[in-house]
């Protein structure tokens, strides 16, 4: 499942230049065709899953955060594995596209892309994505990663729980457990392995779920109290959210009650 199948089978344009106001993205199946009109010849989502090794897509996520970083890696150790097992109508689908949640989205930090681009497989292979992500995103928060490491890893694996998923807290909660600068090769490695473990259990529970079968969803029971009045129903409702409050409100100050 590579963008190189696009050359193959049709072709890319953009439109107006790389300057231009209004450039357009321009996507033919065939050199010379017309564009399709717009939502006609797109097949409805999901698209047929093929369960998959989560130790072959562990690998395969941690050589693709190598070539594309971690939301890209993530993705295509998913999708890309049932792409080469099934074929259409995956096979011209441009993966590359997901490079854009490198760092959290091009470095802002935000959601950790590793889990960006398994969510983003989810949405396409589960009739019941949603699931799947609250079970991945949770493990994230609470276990402590990576869990897994490739063999051909350069350095020692040192394990930190997130708290959070945040690329941002995530990182620096490993950097104060192994010591190492946010730069350095150690902590690009490690986001490297964290990608790798978080295909591998997005494989897990993807396998369960097709095999209708049940998996985990670890418990957050300081947040739960947390969204009791802060969330849809509770006494103030003025936020909105499911990931852990403690990541970042860990000084409630004194008015707010004792938990």
Partial sequence: MRDESIGRRGWIKLVGGAAGAGAALVVARQAGAAPPAAGKGLQAIPWPYAPLDPDATAERAFKGYLEGHCMYGAFDALAGQVADKLGAPYTSFPTKLFTYGAGGVAGWATLCGALNGAAAAFQLLSPKPEPLVDALFRQYEQASLPDWVPASAKFPN?????????????????????????????????????????????????NAQHAGKAFPVLEDKATAECVSCHEKGGVLENTRAKMACGGCHFNLGTKHPAI
């Fill in 158 to 206: 040192v394990k930190s729980v997130a708290g959070s998923v945040l690329c941002h807290a995530s990182v620096s909660a490993w950097c104060k457990a192994s010591g190492k600068k946010a730069y350095s090769p150690e902590r690009k490695e490690r986001c490297g392995v964290l990608t790798a473990s978080v295909a591998r259990h997005a494989a897990i529970i993807l």
